[in-house]
């Protein structure tokens, strides 16, 4: 056996997709960012990770204080705690005292918005509760679940036959804009 030399034809292989730059989700972020793979919500900045673990761990801590059981524990660890202050003897008063660190540094309550890094409380409504706290979290995070469910949908059939529809519909509002564009006649200058 030989090299081909053009005999046959050669189907191309599949060029893999690489994801367009896009803005870190977390909120008060605002970095561009080149992502690794179609998923990657945030850019990889420590400090910009570090502030959405404790985003995430703020949510968590703050819906398991809505827990029954974890008050009622939490309760009777108090009252624990109070008798034992009682019974111990005084220390000295220490004028500096250090500032409380890690999550109770930081205490949110329930209800948080949706948004990662986004310690507001969502609006008030009284039609139904709100997971925002205004229209810019909304459309953020409505943003990411569109291009998540786009990425998703490629490789089905039914997505790509969409996504055929959707640029079709871009080309021909795009050569609209240019034939309009073209059809205005030039400006004369002032004077």
Not at 12 to 35: D, H, I, S
Not at 69 to 96: C, I, L, Y
Not at 108 to 123: I, M, N, S
Request: net charge positive; proline share 8%.
């Amino acid at each position: 056996m030989g090299t081909l030399h053009g005999t046959h034809r050669h189907s191309r292989l599949p060029r893999a997709r690489r994801p367009r730059p896009r803005t870190c989700f977390r909120k008060g972020c605002g970095r561009k960012y080149q992502p690794r793979c179609w998923n990657q919500r945030y850019c990889q900045d420590p400090e910009c990770l570090r502030q959405v673990r404790r985003w995430q761990a703020a949510r968590r801590q703050a819906e398991r204080r809505q827990d029954e059981r974890v008050r009622a524990q939490h309760a009777q660890a108090e009252k624990k705690r109070r008798q034992r202050d009682k019974t111990s003897p005084k220390a000295v008063d220490n004028p500096e005292v250090a500032p409380a660190r890690g999550h109770a540094a930081s205490f949110f309550a329930l209800p948080l918005c949706d948004r990662p890094g986004c310690h507001e409380h969502p609006v008030i409504s009284l039609r139904n509760p709100a997971r925002y706290c205004g229209t810019a979290c909304r459309q953020a995070v409505r943003n990411v679940q569109d291009r998540e469910r786009k990425w998703h949908s490629r490789s089905t059939s039914d997505g790509q036959k969409k996504r055929a529809i959707e640029y079709e519909a871009a080309r021909q509002l795009r050569s609209q804009h240019q034939r309009s564009a073209a059809d205005v006649p030039p400006r004369a200058p002032p004077g």
